[in-house]
Each structure stands twice: as C-alpha cells, then as structure tokens.
C-alpha cells in the first residue's frame, strides 16, 4: 500500500511553474529522501502532501484522503522545517504540552529526554533559541509526534555536525521500534543516504529518478580512457558528464549498463559513483559543468 | 564492521560479506540465530531494508534458512559453502589486484610469490598463536 499517491500534481506561484506535473508513489512505512537542486520543487512538494499548501492541479491522495483542509491528513502528518514557529509565549515545556493535546502518538517521555540530551531547558521560549537548537527542538518535535506520515524539510538546518549525526541515530532508532513513513530532504545526501530505502529526485518540478538507495548507487558508472578510443565508445550512449585529463585521456558519466570486461579490453578505467554524485550528474546534465563558463567562447 | 559508502560494492553486499566472515570465524555457528534486520539497522546505522536485503542474499545462497516467525539461521554446511564460493569469487578477484598492481611495478613472478609467502606465514603464525 502506498501512503501517498501524486498524480500529475501541478503548482504555479504567479506564472512559474513549480511542480510540473509530477507523479509519484510513496510505500507505507519506509523512509524516503527527497532531493533535488535548489528551486527543484521539494519543499513545494512536501507542503503539498502535508495539505499545507494546495495543488494547483492534479491528484493526489496522502493517507487515503486528499490532504488540503484535511483534519485526517493534520492529526496523521507532521510537517516540520526550519521556519516553523511556535507561539513566543509558551516555553518549550508548554509547546511539547500542546503537541500531546494534539498528536494521538505523542510520546512525551521521549520528547523530554531528548530535550535534557541536547541540553535544552524546558523553561526556555522558543524564539530565544539559537537557529540550530531551533532547528534540533523542532526535529525533537517531530519524532516525539510518532505521526504515521513524518515529513523533515531540511531537518539540520544550522545544527552542528554532532546534533545532526545523533539525530539520524534517533530518527532511525525510533523508526526500527515504530515504523512509519518518513520523508526528508537534505542537500547533504551523503549524510542521510544510509538511513534511506528510496531515494526521489526532483528536477524543475518533475520525478527524475525514484530508486531503491542501492540502485541509485549503481545508476551510473565513471569510465577513464584515451580520449579517440573513449569518444568513439561512448557515441552511442548518454554522456552525463564529460572532463578532459590532460591531452590524452578523458573521464565521461554514463549509465552503467556496461560489460567490465569489455571495458578491460579496451583498457578502460573504471570509478563507481556515489548516491550524491549521480544525484548532481542527472540534474546537471542541461547545462554542462562549471568549467564551461571559464571557456571563452 | 564500517561500511563503505563509495558506491564501489553496495552496501547489502557489503553486509552478506561481512556475515559471511562472521560465519567462517565461528562467531556464528551452525543452526545459530544470526542478528535479525532490525538488530542489524540499528548496529550499522542503516535502513532495515537494506539490512534485510543483505540476510535475503545469504537465504537465497543457502547459506542462511529462515524459521517461520524466528528468524534466520546458519545452515549444517555454511562455512563449507561460503568458502567455495569466495575462492572462486573474492580471492580470484583480489589476485587480480594483487597481479596488476605488481605488473605496474615490475615485480617480477618470483618476487611476488616470495612476498605472498612471506605474509601467508605471517598471518597463519598469528592465527595459529591466538588459538
């Protein structure tokens, strides 16, 4: 079963178009990282589903219901990112009070332990807080709600390299014990990749690459070779990216549905692409490399 | 165990190997329970998909089985099993490293072997003086 469902969702900010009839499928109960560049569409898809914002088009179903207006999809998502902002009034010991008077799951216990690890006291107000304990106090609120669908929108904004590493920990740890569906998004995808069942990747508004983690790992495949002979292999084939080594060797991107003995044969090298890197290569690809604005034309 | 996450050798590979080992130095033995997906997730900091892909490799080789509703379990013939297929596998696979690298450097058949000697006791000495 899927517990989310987009169908050619289309979203227009005045004449823009920022999701480009884009469709997709989420199973329930797995955790999937959202990527893509800056502008790609993610944090507008993300509102979307949480029914924070509408579609302007298309269909979607979050949770089995349509997630706009929708109290079903509210009680059962929580959506948090770095510019959440909680009443000035309440201190961090009342918000926590009114996230259990809302969130059927809420695990207070929880949200308090975690609170006094990353040292933060209960009687603090929230606006006070430094960007990176806000951000580390709403990712606190966020697992603390144990919603059935858990959307992260750039989670470890402005936390440091511990708070993030003990939030992945803590995010993983509780979803081994309560399994629900979680979406993040993250440009560190190194970072969270190893936390990941599926990655999706958008681009300009649309699905570009929707894979198991492995597979995405095993999407592309980094050849070096003498340039003629390269050139001439490749010809045929999608180029991802493209460098010059010298005057005689070239390194190309391309998918990796290659013989490794054929390359061999042909003395070709071969460098296995990491998650991240084909991430950049697939969404780079229409505008070439950063070497190309130094060419004088 | 660290897992690379290069992108050289997927990580539920990485996972089955390292069972594997697991299994040929007797931390596991036969008809044992090895850890489950979940176990695993949380040990390695990773997705308990793909822990569970990495124990489903190891199934289907037969080197695991699966109780109904207890989890997986070393097989009578695992380590018998595991070693044939890394001989095949795995340590062809090393040599051919081993040999290219070693054609770089020009060094030559006879040096080689001398030096594979050399370190094959060195390791059998430790392994033999640790038991």
Same mark, same amino acid.
């Given at each position: 079963?899927?517990?989310?469902?987009?169908?050619?969702?289309?979203?227009?900010?005045?004449?823009?178009?920022?999701?480009?009839?884009?469709?997709?499928?989420?199973?329930?109960?797995?955790?999937?990282?959202?990527?893509?560049?800056?502008?790609?569409?993610?944090?507008?898809?993300?509102? &979307?589903?949480?029914?924070?914002?509408?579609?302007?088009?298309?269909?979607?179903?979050?949770?089995?219901?349509?997630?706009?207006?929708?109290?079903?999809?509210?009680?059962?998502?929580?959506? &948090?990112?770095?510019?959440?902002?909680?009443?000035?009034?309440?201190?961090?010991?009342?918000?926590?009070?009114?996230?259990?008077?809302?969130?059927?799951?809420?695990?207070?216990?929880?949200?308090?332990?975690?609170?006094? =690890?990353?040292?933060?006291?209960?009687?603090?107000?929230?606006?006070?807080?430094?960007?990176?304990?806000?951000?580390?106090?709403?990712?606190?609120?966020?697992?603390?709600?144990?919603?059935?669908?858990?959307?992260?929108?750039?989670?470890?904004?402005?936390?440091?390299?511990?708070?993030?590493?003990?939030?992945?920990?803590?995010?993983?740890?509780? =979803?081994?014990?309560?399994?629900?569906?979680?979406?993040?998004?993250?440009?560190?995808?190194?970072?969270?990749?190893?936390?990941?069942?599926?990655?999706?990747?958008?681009?300009?508004?649309?699905?570009?690459?929707? !894979?198991?983690?492995?597979?995405?790992?095993?999407?592309?495949?980094?050849?070096?070779?003498?340039?003629?002979?390269?050139?001439?292999?490749?010809?045929?084939?999608?180029?991802?990216?493209?460098?010059?080594?010298?005057?005689?060797?070239?390194?190309?991107?391309?998918?990796?549905?290659?013989? !490794?003995?054929?390359?061999?044969?042909?003395?070709?090298?071969?460098?296995?692409?990491?998650?991240?890197?084909?991430?950049?290569?697939?969404?780079?690809?229409?505008?070439?490399?950063?070497?190309?604005?130094?060419?004088?034309? | 165990?660290?897992?690379?996450?290069?992108?050289?050798?997927?990580?539920? &590979?990485?996972?089955?190997?390292?069972?594997?080992?697991?299994?040929?130095?007797?931390?596991?033995?036969?008809?044992?329970?090895?850890?489950?997906?979940?176990?695993?997730?949380?040990?390695?900091?990773?997705?308990?998909?793909?822990?569970?892909?990495?124990?489903?490799?190891?199934?289907?080789?037969?080197?695991?089985?699966?109780?109904?509703?207890?989890?997986?379990?070393?097989?009578?013939?695992?380590?018998?099993?595991?070693?044939?297929?890394?001989?095949?596998?795995?340590?062809?696979?090393?040599?051919?490293? &081993?040999?290219?690298?070693?054609?770089?450097?020009?060094?030559? !058949?006879?040096?080689?072997?001398?030096?594979?000697?050399?370190?094959?006791?060195?390791?059998?000495?430790?392994?033999?003086?640790?038991?």
């Amino acid at each position: 079963m899927e517990a989310i469902k987009c169908t050619n969702v289309v979203k227009k900010y005045g004449g823009r178009l920022a999701l480009d009839h884009l469709s997709t499928e989420i199973p329930t109960n797995s955790i999937t990282g959202i990527v893509g560049r800056n502008g790609a569409g993610k944090t507008t898809l993300l509102k &979307i589903i949480a029914g924070l914002t509408r579609e302007t088009s298309g269909d979607i179903q979050v949770l089995g219901a349509h997630p706009f207006n929708s109290l079903q999809v509210s009680a059962n998502s929580i959506f &948090i990112d770095d510019v959440l902002s909680f009443p000035n009034t309440l201190t961090l010991l009342d918000i926590l009070k009114e996230g259990e008077r809302f969130y059927p799951n809420w695990q207070m216990d929880l949200a308090r332990r975690l609170l006094e =690890y990353f040292e933060m006291p209960e009687q603090m107000v929230h606006s006070y807080l430094s960007k990176g304990k806000k951000s580390t106090f709403n990712a606190v609120f966020g697992l603390a709600t144990r919603s059935p669908l858990t959307i992260f929108d750039e989670p470890t904004t402005g936390m440091d390299a511990s708070v993030r590493s003990d939030f992945y920990r803590a995010l993983l740890k509780d =979803y081994l014990a309560h399994p629900r569906t979680i979406l993040i998004s993250s440009h560190h995808v190194d970072e969270i990749e190893d936390l990941l069942e599926y990655v999706l990747l958008i681009d300009l508004g649309k699905t570009k690459l929707h !894979k198991e983690i492995d597979d995405v790992r095993s999407f592309l495949i980094g050849i070096y070779g003498r340039t003629e002979l390269l050139e001439h292999w490749v010809k045929e084939r999608e180029v991802y990216y493209r460098r010059r080594i010298g005057d005689t060797e070239t390194y190309v991107v391309i998918e990796n549905h290659v013989e !490794k003995e054929e390359l061999e044969k042909l003395g070709f090298k071969t460098e296995a692409i990491s998650c991240s890197d084909a991430c950049v290569y697939v969404t780079n690809q229409r505008k070439g490399g950063i070497d190309d604005v130094f060419t004088r034309r | 165990m660290i897992l690379q996450t290069d992108g050289q050798t997927p990580i539920y &590979i990485q996972i089955a190997h390292w069972l594997e080992t697991q299994i040929l130095t007797g931390a596991f033995i036969a008809h044992e329970k090895v850890y489950s997906q979940y176990q695993l997730a949380d040990m390695l900091q990773i997705n308990p998909a793909t822990a569970a892909k990495g124990l489903n490799v190891l199934a289907a080789e037969g080197i695991l089985y699966d109780k109904r509703g207890l989890g997986k379990f070393v097989s009578e013939d695992a380590k018998r099993h595991i070693k044939e297929k890394r001989k095949d596998g795995l340590l062809h696979e090393l040599m051919e490293q &081993i040999v290219e690298e070693a054609l770089y450097l020009d060094v030559s !058949k006879e040096e080689l072997t001398s030096i594979v000697e050399n370190v094959y006791q060195e390791k059998r000495d430790r392994k033999n003086g640790s038991h």
